[in-house]
């Protein structure tokens, strides 16, 4: 497993660099590691599918999947009976079948101790499998003793955490082609029968299996897209990058179905010098194509290659592929095609455009097999030739005008020859169609007449009907009768025969429309005019033959009218209200044809006063009781020079309207809920229009306010009660419903005024909001209103930019900068403590906070307590601060910087190790994952150790203090890179 390098960084204590990684296994269940190419995994977690134990009191029993945690040792029953026991716990491997096994780490939780001031030597074996007939006097046969270890004091009793290497007995097990895997915990022989030594382990344990699959052989190899040959004759490859291309093949796999990124090595060389061999790379997955490319300027024409491709994950490589083998050929044809035609002599003048026959020779080139050809750049074909050296004739349609025909001989390899280019003339020869398809179902004739001598007859039909003829008259022209049944885009095709059966061909294209006409009175199209209740007549005329009825809508209203015996139809139409309308009219045939529809949009004039609220509108509450709003007043009418309105149903009043129509009055509500604003407008001649009415809503939510807790302020105190005021908006409340948040919703009377009041006392500091609604007599609820304060907290904040709680940050006497505030607003001062030491004083310096720096005189936890200080002296509760400081040493090296690529293999550097606590003796380090080592503290407390690399890659050490009472401080880790 590959770890990231970083820079010196503490962690949590008592866990050795290897084993804190592999640890991480058992929550994440799998680790990607950062090696390129990068692997789908390479440590797998896997937990145990089984476990048992044997105990010397049941000699001919063992027990399996028992629930529960399984001992191991000797223990005593409450009858006084001494029992020992080992543990067994079996593993599926059958995945890990094939694949490298880099290392296997084994792990157990401890759930009990027989005396946690003493430490036994735990065993790891491979055993047998155990079966219901395994017992104490017949165990699971041992296979191999695979690892010993003895835990420090520090990993603490019952050790949530103990590790084993168990490489060896899954490799062992592999080999074997076992599926499953059995390890067995015993306490070391001679100490077994100790009852002090005995433990306890969790019945599911987990084993992390650093492994790769080693990559499989590419197959499907192709040289440029074609499948490569390996015996001659070999493939051709003409001038051009080469791409040798195959399937590469991995087994790995993660839990989500991720798969290593695949590095293949592709390996070119001259049949003829292979020690001219190069390589390229290319990057891919499992059952994906990789490719190395090669420039066309490393091969020569007319040699033969050999390749082969072989694939590599981030741990191994694979075998090499099968070798394939090409031949170049970078030379086409020596001389240009020749191209004659009869039909078409390149300086015979124009001829009739009808399809002719031309025929490409290879002018003498043996090597020609075929031709390559483009017709006024159409595009190109291709055409085999004869025989290798000889001919081939095509047939192709020129086009009107000047034609350019361009043809290359091409060799085995698809190389070119030099173009050949051959230009001719064609004339049009298409009958000439005059008239013009307007309308269905109506005879229409069209004069032809011909383009080319002895023309006898045309046929001619429009697209999708029956194809017909008719004679030519002795000139060659003739008319033609063309009647449309449907409509849409038709194509009229007419082509002339002549008594030698020459033919070709002209078209007419035309768009025929099927929707029916429409005219109308008042209401012209896109026009504005009428209004409410004005009729207007509108005339439909059909397209189709034999239209019977119409169907029509206005908008959303529809309806039908049956055609007159000419086909048309009238409907008369009154808008019933103002504002945009489209009619659409569709006419139906009597066989049930239905038209396209046609469409006639218009503007209906609003008769009707316009009216909008400022303020007040229908659509949401607004404004309340006492606060007024204004109201505009309009007209489309332009006579218009007074409107009339009433509220509530009150009595009417009257506004003049300015020269524009328009008016505008202000009125106040005394009361929330719904209200209306009926208006109707007058002209100058006394015509007095409908009455338009407008409904609108003003909010009728309660008024809260409290003096000891004020709106969007911070104020009061937990404990110190608030008295709030509730004051109605409509008449006639006579309860109130309100719920503070968080709380169940109560009720409280109004008095004869319509207000009550109620008194409510904070808990906690922080945000706090009440809902109070009203109600009225008849059970009508008001709006909501939600009156939101904030309740002081009087214990002070406490901020650290450098320390916290859970990451050991600084060290003993590093500063750390600290910011104290309240929210009391007579606050003046902070009295606080660091640890057991003496109260201090700081003086505020930021409004009601302070801003100060405070160094830790120890490692590890430490606390910090404070309280505000008042003008008048009172202090505050206490708040407190617990915060972690690091006791990790610092390692420094000159040659070898941390984070940085310095030095290079076999050149020692210098680490010195230095304290962040006091009175260090020694310290404890491991050097890439190697054992740990103890050096001795000089009389500074700093300690030095050369460490010579042997690669040129990444290095960890971890290290970390002892003290002359034996505390360990936290765990250093330094990383550095060796140059190549």
Known sequence: MTLIPGTNSSTTAGRPLLAAALSMLVAAGTVATTAAPAAAYDVRYETNTSWAWTDSQEAKETIIDKAGDVPVGSWVDDKGRTHTSRAYFTFDISRYRGADIEGAKFDAKETAAGDCTKRPEVELWRTGPYTSRSSWTKPPADLAKLYTTKLPDYAGCPAPYVGFDATEGLRQALAEGKSTLTL???????????????????????????HNFRPGVPTDLQTSGTACTAAEPYQLVRR??????????????????????????????????????????????????????????????????????RTADSRATGDWSAICYFRTDYEGPATPPTVTSTDFPEAGGAKPALPGEFTFGANGAADAVGFTYSLNQSGAKTVAADRPGG???????????????????????????????????????????DGNLTEIGVPTTFAVRPRMDGVVRYRFRLDGDPEQTVDANADGTASLTVTATRGGYRTLSVTSVTADGVEATAQRSFQLLTEPKISATVYEEYGYGGGQGV????????????????????????????????????????????????????????????????????????????????????SYYAGGPGQPGEFRFSSEVSETVEFRYRFDGGAEQGVGADGTGNA?????????????????????????SA?????????????????????????????????????????????????????????????????????WTPERSGWQMVTVRGVTGDGTVTQPREYAFTVRDPKPTIISYLYNEYDPQGGIGVPGGFRFSSELPDTTSFVYRLNDGPEQTVAVNDGTAAELTVTPDRGFRNTLTVRARSASGELSPEASYAFMVSTAPTVSSTTYPSGETAGGVGVPGVFTFAPR??????????????????????????????????????????????DKDGNRSDYAYYWFAVQG
């Open 184 to 210: 067995s915990l015993r306490i070391a022989a001679g100490a077994e029968q100790d009852p002090a030594l005995a433990r306890k382990y969790a019945s599911k344990v987990g084993l992390s299996v650093d």
């Open 240 to 309: 051009g990058d080469v791409g040798l291309s195959a399937i590469l093949h991995d087994k790995d796999r993660n839990d989500s179905g991720g798969t290593d990124q695949l590095t293949a090595t592709v390996a070119l060389w001259p049949v003829d010098q292979p020690e001219a061999r190069i390589e390229r790379t290319d990057t891919a997955r499992d059952g994906e194509r990789a490719v190395g490319r090669f420039s066309y300027d490393l091969f020569q024409h007319d040699r033969t290659y050999a390749w082969q491709m």
């Open 391 to 433: 001919t081939a004739t095509v047939t192709l349609t020129p086009r009107v005008g000047i034609n350019y025909l361009q043809v290359w001989s091409l060799d085995a390899a698809g190389n070119r020859s030099a173009e050949t280019s051959y230009d001719f003339f064609a004339s049009d020869v298409s009958p000439i169609v």
């Open 535 to 618: 009729p207007g007549v509108f005339t439909f005329t059909p397209r189709l033959p034999d239209t019977v009825s119409y169907r029509y809508s206005f908008g959303a209203e529809t309806g039908t009218v049956q055609a007159n015996a000419d086909g048309t139809a009238l409907v008369t139409w009154a808008p019933k209200e103002a504002g945009w309308v489209t009619l659409a009219v569709w006419s139906v045939s009597r066989d049930g044809t239905e038209s396209d529809p046609a469409t006639w949009s218009f503007t209906v004039r609003d008769l009707l006063p316009g009216i909008y609220g400022v303020l007040y509108n229908d």
């Open 664 to 688: 505008s009055v202000t009125w106040t509500p005394d009361q929330g809920g719904t209200h209306t604003l009926a208006v109707r407008s007058v002209t100058a001649d006394g015509t007095v």
């Open 691 to 759: 009455e338009r009415t407008y409904t609108f809503l003003v909010n009728d939510a309660p008024l809260v306010a409290s003096a000891e807790y004020p709106q969007d302020a911070s104020s009061g105190l937990p404990g110190v009660a608030g008295v709030f005021t509730f004051r109605p908006q409509r008449p006639d409340v006579v309860r109130y419903l309100y719920a503070f948040y968080g709380e169940e919703e109560k009720t409280v009377d109004a008095a004869a005024d319509g207000t009550a009041s109620i008194t």
């Open 917 to 962: 606590l006091p009175d260090v003796v020694t310290y404890v380090y491991q050097f890439d994952n190697g054992p740990e080592v103890t050096v001795p503290a000089g009389a500074d407390g700093t300690a030095s150790v050369t460490l010579t690399p042997t690669e040129a890659r990444w290095y960890p050490i971890s290290v970390y203090a002892v």
